[in-house]
């Protein structure tokens, strides 16, 4: 049996022009909601850029969903650098993001320019590292070199040990205080994109009126943001055991993987994903 696409599949395929970020700004500024998955092969990148999906993210997920870790914190550049060549060759015309692992960055500016180095070498046209406040500097470092940086607050699961697990993150006035001057200390740095995970709805809204050059993100942050990411594996209802809520099982609706993609694509950009009573905070 061939793995090759037939022509029809190529067509289709080759149909969308790659996404830049100026793409992506302009989707933003339209109102056209960005949807982005995780992803770390080949084949899978073939499948979600085919079925639409705007960004790819390489992400230190794959501690978890591949590798069996407890946490995102034992990936090592190594792995991420892996996955991201993969994806990279899979992949064809969606924006490709890769994550900075647990101890790549936080040594300094300098360390953080040599792993982003590896991975945008390795296919990368965008790096993430998580936390605000002591990071601005290292984001200003990145994007003065001509790195694109997409930052992360709210829930960051690098920190998972110091936050005291995966709970909701910027309940407190104190606490959402805080993220609130992180995300524009963060685009003031030059941040192009924000992933807020596990963030009331609310708080994700006013930190994307507030900082309007930041392509935020959400995950279980509501719908206010200017997209929304999963874990491929949370959304084909691959990983076992509870699932946060903000996840939504689509392949339990389509029993199909390409037709799963499809649908969250289409229920992204339609807004109706996430649902605001049953995905947000």
């Not at 914190?73 to 892996?82: C, E, G, K, N, R």
């Not at 406040?133 to 984001?139: H, I, L, P, R």
């Not at 963030?199 to 279980?220: D, F, K, M, W, Y």
Request: include cysteine; charge should be negative; aromatic fraction near 6%.
């Amino acid at each position: 049996m061939s793995s090759h696409a037939s022509p029809a599949d190529e067509s289709s395929a080759s149909a969308r022009k790659p996404l830049s970020l100026v793409r992506l700004r302009e989707m933003q500024a339209s109102g056209e909601k960005i949807a982005m998955l995780t992803c770390y092969d080949a084949s899978f990148a073939r499948v979600l850029d085919e079925a639409g999906v705007d960004c790819l993210l390489v992400g230190d997920s794959l501690g978890m969903v591949l590798q069996g870790q407890a946490s995102t914190v034992p990936v090592t550049l190594d792995d991420v650098a892996y996955h991201t060549r993969c994806v990279a060759r899979g992949n064809r015309t969606a924006w490709l993001i890769a994550d900075l692992p647990f101890g790549s960055y936080q040594a300094g500016r300098e360390q953080a320019l040599a792993s982003s180095v590896v991975l945008m070498q390795a296919g990368a046209q965008m790096v993430k590292l998580e936390g605000g406040g002591w990071t601005a500097e290292t984001v200003r470092f990145l994007t003065e070199r001509g790195i694109p940086v997409c930052a992360h607050l709210g829930l960051t699961p690098q920190s998972v040990f110091a936050l005291g697990g995966y709970r909701v993150q910027g309940r407190s006035d104190a606490a959402a205080a805080t993220l609130l001057a992180h995300a524009r200390e963060l685009a003031d740095a030059g941040a192009a994109m924000l992933v807020l995970e596990l963030v009331p709805a609310a708080l994700a809204a006013r930190v994307s009126a507030e900082n309007p050059q930041l392509l935020t993100i959400g995950i279980g942050a509501g719908t206010a943001c200017a997209g929304q990411v999963l874990v491929l594996h949370d959304m084909l209802g691959i990983t076992r055991g509870k699932l946060p809520r903000f996840v939504r099982n689509f392949m339990a609706e389509t029993h199909d993987v390409e037709a799963a993609v499809r649908l969250y694509v289409s229920e992204v950009k339609a807004g109706r994903f996430p649902h605001p009573e049953h995905h947000s905070y």
